[in-house]
C-alpha cells in the first residue's frame, strides 16, 4: 500500500468525523425527539436514549469514504475487504441495537432473562431477536474473516460477544466509553507490539473514525444529556472486537474471549455497578467526567426540555 494514500486515509479519517459530529448531532436528536425515545436513566431521570446513532452515522459515512479513497487507486487489498466488512458489520450490529432500543418489552435482563420468557411464554423478546441478529452477523463474517477452524472459532466468539460486553457496561453515563477506549488502548498496545511483523496495522485506520467519534459523543454521555442505548455500545463493541480480530494474533484472541466470557458468565450473578462503586480506583475511574445529579437535571432541562 502507498504511503501516500495511507497519509491521505488517516487525515479524512480524522477530519471526517470532526466535521460531521455537529450537524449529526443535531440531526439525530431532533429525530430521536420525535420518535419519543425517552427512557428513565439509573437515577430515575428521563434521557434520550439511542444517542449512539450520532457516532454510528459519523463512523460509517467516514468508512465509506475511505473505502471510496481505496476503490479509487483500484487497490483489491486485505485492507479493502476489511474496511468493507468493518463498515457493513457495525452498521447490522448498530440496527439489531437500535431495535432493541425501539422495543417496549424491556423487563427481561441478561441471557437467563430472555431465554427464561422464551421457554416460559414461548414469546421472542426483542433482545432475543438482538441475539440471534448479532450472532448470525458474527457467523457470516468469522468465515470470511478466518482461514482455519480454529481462527474462525475464535473470532466469531470475539465477533459475537463484544457487542454485548460493551452493553452490560452502559448502566452509567460515560462508562460504556470509557471501556470502549480500554479496548481501543489494548489493541493498540498490541499493534505496536507486532507492528514490524504485520501488515495488518493499517486496518486500525477504520478504528480511528469511531475513536474521535465516541470522544466527541463523551461531553453528551457523561454529561447526562444522551445515552448511547444499544445502537451505540453495540457499535463500540463490535468495532473493537473487529479490531482486535484482524489486528492481533490468535493467542491475544483467545486471551480476550476468556476475559470476555468470563464477564458474561459474571453479569449473570452480580452487578457490575456494585463492584465498581467498592473499588476505589475504579470508582474514581468512572466518576470521571460524569456530571453531579443537580448538573444531570439542568442539562436535561437546557438540552431536549424533558424535565
Not at 473487529?242 to 468470563?262: A, D, E, H, K, R
Not at 463492584?275 to 468512572?286: A, F, K, T
Request: glycine share 12%; hydrophobic share 50%.
Amino acid at each position: 500500500m502507498e504511503t501516500k494514500i495511507i497519509v491521505l486515509m488517516l487525515l479524512f479519517a480524522v477530519v471526517f468525523p470532526l466535521v460531521l459530529n455537529r450537524l449529526l448531532h443535531k440531526m439525530v436528536t431532533q429525530k430521536l425527539c420525535a420518535l419519543g425515545m425517552n427512557r428513565f436513566n439509573y437515577d430515575g431521570d428521563p434521557v434520550l436514549t439511542g444517542g449512539g446513532l450520532i457516532l454510528v452515522y459519523s463512523s460509517a459515512i467516514t468508512g465509506i469514504v475511505l473505502v471510496g479513497l481505496l476503490l479509487l487507486r483500484g487497490a483489491k487489498s486485505e485492507l479493502l475487504l476489511h474496511g468493507i466488512l468493518f463498515v457493513i458489520g457495525m452498521l447490522i450490529m448498530a440496527f439489531w441495537g437500535w431495535r432493541d432500543d425501539r422495543a417496549s418489552d424491556r423487563d427481561a435482563k441478561g441471557f437467563r432473562g430472555h431465554f427464561g420468557v422464551l421457554w416460559r411464554e414461548r414469546r421472542m423478546t426483542s433482545g432475543m431477536w438482538k441475539l440471534i441478529g448479532g450472532t448470525s452477523t458474527a457467523f457470516c463474517l468469522s468465515l470470511t474473516l478466518s482461514n482455519s477452524l480454529w481462527s474462525g472459532i475464535v473470532s466469531f466468539g470475539l465477533l459475537a460477544l463484544s457487542p454485548n460486553i460493551i452493553n452490560l457496561f452502559d448502566l452509567r453515563p460515560g462508562r460504556a466509553l470509557k471501556v470502549f477506549w480500554c479496548l481501543t488502548a489494548l489493541t493498540g498496545a498490541f499493534g505496536l507490539w507486532i507492528m514490524w511483523a504485520s501488515a495488518a496495522t493499517a486496518n486500525w485506520i477504520f478504528l480511528i473514525p469511531v475513536f474521535i467519534a465516541s470522544i466527541l459523543m463523551f461531553p453528551h454521555d457523561a454529561g447526562g444529556k444522551i445515552m448511547l442505548g444499544d445502537t451505540g455500545s453495540n457499535a463500540l463493541g463490535f468495532a473493537a472486537g473487529f479490531t482486535f480480530v484482524i489486528g492481533t494474533p490468535v493467542y491475544v484472541q483467545v486471551c480476550m474471549l476468556v476475559l470476555f466470557l468470563c464477564l458474561q458468565i459474571a453479569a449473570e450473578f452480580c452487578s457490575f455497578s456494585r463492584v465498581i462503586e467498592q473499588v476505589g480506583w475504579l470508582h474514581r475511574l468512572d466518576q470521571w467526567g460524569r456530571a453531579t445529579g443537580a448538573e444531570n437535571k439542568k442539562n436535561q432541562t437546557g438540552s431536549s426540555g424533558l424535565v
